[in-house]
């Protein structure tokens, strides 16, 4: 199984400011997965980021509001640009085990406010 | 469209049987995830089923009809450590997982 570590755990920022969230892997993988889980709400994708590649956007999310970088096996930031209240979520990284099953890191608790 | 469907909260007893049904309409269909997830905490695999049947795994057992579009995970012997929500995610292929809204169970003494 892979551990996976974010940073920062929690934070509580202002509209309009952005935030960088990172997510370090103990082993190397091909794909990390950044989800965001509202209050109450299911994980939703925000993106699938390949090393050496543009990251994969799903529909609602586009690159200048969520810019994500992949400089290694490793790693991954995801910016959280221009936040208004309705950013406030969990966000979460994941990647994929040997078999079908994905690990989560532990989360970014980010309210703004 | 894709849409996965589960109680929003279920609550049974110290060393009793729940079922928790999900049923699911997806525009792909690899296989079917149940994940754990403790309050603050993030999600753990539990099971993934890609043929029909019961796959039991412990306490643990999961079921899936791809033909009817449903699932259930059956939790036996329940213990306090398993309140917690429980996640019925749908692997549409293409490495694109749909996670359903959870169900969060508490389990009473």
């Known amino acids: 199984s892979a551990v996976i570590s974010q940073k920062p755990s929690r934070d509580i920022c202002q509209r309009g400011t952005s935030l960088t969230i990172q997510c370090q892997v103990d082993?190397?993988?091909?794909?990390m997965f950044w989800y965001r889980q509202q209050p109450g709400q299911s994980l939703t994708l925000i993106a699938t980021?390949?090393?050496?590649?543009?990251?994969?956007?799903e529909s609602g999310f586009v690159i200048d509001k969520f810019p994500i970088s992949r400089p290694n096996l490793t790693f991954s930031t995801l910016t959280v640009s221009n936040m208004s209240p309705e950013d406030s979520s969990i966000y979460l990284c994941?990647?994929?085990?040997?078999?079908?099953?994905?690990?989560f890191g532990p989360g970014t608790r980010l309210t703004v406010t | 469209g894709q849409n996965i469907d589960q109680p929003t909260e279920m609550t049974a007893t110290e060393g009793a049987i729940v079922q928790i049904n999900c049923t699911y309409q997806?525009?792909?269909?690899?296989?079917l995830f149940w994940y754990q997830q403790h309050a603050g905490e993030a999600p753990t695999f539990l099971s993934y089923?890609?043929?029909?049947g019961l796959e039991e795994k412990g306490r643990f057992s999961s079921f899936l009809s791809r033909s009817k579009g449903y699932s259930y995970l059956l939790l036996k012997e329940l213990q306090m450590k398993d309140s917690a929500s429980y996640l019925c995610?749908?692997?549409?292929?293409?490495?694109?997982?749909?996670f359903g809204a959870g169900t969060r169970l508490f389990v009473k003494a």
């Open positions: 980021a390949n090393q050496g590649s543009e990251a994969t956007y």
């Open positions: 082993s190397q993988v091909t794909m």
């Open positions: 994941s990647v994929e085990g040997s078999g079908y099953e994905q690990y």
């Open positions: 089923n890609v043929l029909d």
């Open positions: 997806t525009s792909g269909f690899n296989g």
């Open positions: 995610a749908v692997d549409t292929g293409g490495f694109k997982t749909i």
